[in-house]
């Protein structure tokens, strides 16, 4: 990897953390709570970072383009959605509420907003794959009620 590459991985993690971060914040207080959350700054990298980690060229533009931030932050989510859903200790089962309510925010923003920001086709790709993963793993709905039982 190059010195310019670097840079540009560098930038585009960090646009996505910031919008991941963003989302985290809209999230209600109690969520932040039970999840343990202090810093949704460091939580946003660690989201970003790993699903970095696991598609490197893909993320990476090694196929054309990187992606879009909003979609980059989209796919942390749902890779975390997809670790935690199987969640094996009460602490991740409440970091993945955290993530599920994340994810739930951003559908409806994607979905209807698409046209307005400059997304290619691999863009629009992996938007699905992120939604397919919130179909499949993620809560339509949860409960300050279901929150408090945690």
Known sequence: MGLLSGVKNTAAKASAA?????????QPAKLHEMAGLKNHKL???????????????????????????ITLAASA??????????????????????????????????????GNYALTDFDHSLLDESIRIFEQKGRDSLSLDLLSKL
């Open 77 to 114: 989510f749902a890779h975390a959605l997809e670790m935690l859903s199987e969640a094996k200790t009460e602490g991740e089962g409440r970091l993945y509420l955290l993530v599920n309510e994340g994810l739930k925010e951003m559908i409806p923003e994607i979905s209807d907003n698409r």
């Open 43 to 69: 939580l946003a990298t660690r989201l970003v970072d790993d699903v970095w980690d696991q598609r490197p060229d893909v993320f990476g533009g090694k196929f054309g383009s990187r992606p879009h931030k």
């Open 18 to 26: 910031v919008v991941v971060q963003n989302i985290l914040g809209d």
